[in-house]
């Protein structure tokens, strides 16, 4: 979930990172550099109408999967090779378009670039569309500031 430059990130693998009761960490994205070889700030700072749109441009092959249903909608499951550009890394992404023609999850694994071996796996579920959103920033009571922008476990 992103609050202006905050970003706050929650997942069961941070659980044995973090302090008892903390569930959420909060990533000022103005001082996150580099984790592990991934640039965290490049990773979750980018509209994803604007990856789609660069990724569309610069396919290079498409490959249907299989069917899939996702959050009860009906969907055919891809992989997209794309070219690399200054906005995207060359590779393969998974993209699951639903039979309403909206973009259902994008997979994408951003290797390392740094001498430590590894990859960042990032998944988006998209659903409810033009349902209107409710989003609370957590509570700080249950959250753990990260003061140099990284991710515990991570490099940080």
């Known amino acids: 979930m992103?609050?202006?430059?905050?970003?706050?990130?929650?997942?069961?693998?941070?659980?044995?990172?973090l302090p008892t009761g903390k569930s959420w960490i909060k990533i000022d994205l103005t001082k996150s550099g580099t984790v592990a070889g991934v640039d965290i700030g490049s990773l979750l700072s980018e509209d994803p109408t604007q990856a789609l749109d660069a990724l569309q441009k610069n396919v290079t092959g498409v490959t249907k999967v299989a069917a899939a249903q996702l959050n009860g909608?009906?969907?055919?499951?891809?992989?997209?090779?794309?070219?690399?550009?200054?906005?995207?890394k060359a590779?393969?992404?998974d993209v699951w378009v639903g039979d309403d023609g909206y973009i259902h999850?994008?997979?994408t694994t951003v290797a390392s670039s740094g001498s430590t071996a590894g990859a960042v796996t990032a998944t988006s579920n998209l659903f409810n569309f033009g349902?209107?959103?409710t989003v609370t920033v957590p509570?700080?009571?249950?959250t753990v500031i990260s003061t140099n922008g990284t991710i515990?476990?991570?490099?940080?």
Not at 2 to 17: C, K
Not at 73 to 88: D, L, N
Not at 139 to 142: E, F, I, K, L, T
């Open 152 to 156: 515990p476990g991570l490099g940080g």
């Open 131 to 133: 349902k209107p959103v």
């Open 73 to 88: 909608a009906s969907a055919t499951h891809y992989k997209v090779a794309v070219t690399k550009t200054a906005r995207t």
């Open 139 to 142: 509570p700080a009571s249950q």
């Open 105 to 107: 999850r994008v997979r």
């Open 91 to 93: 590779g393969v992404y």
């Open 2 to 17: 992103l609050d202006g430059t905050d970003v706050y990130l929650s997942s069961p693998l941070f659980g044995i990172f």
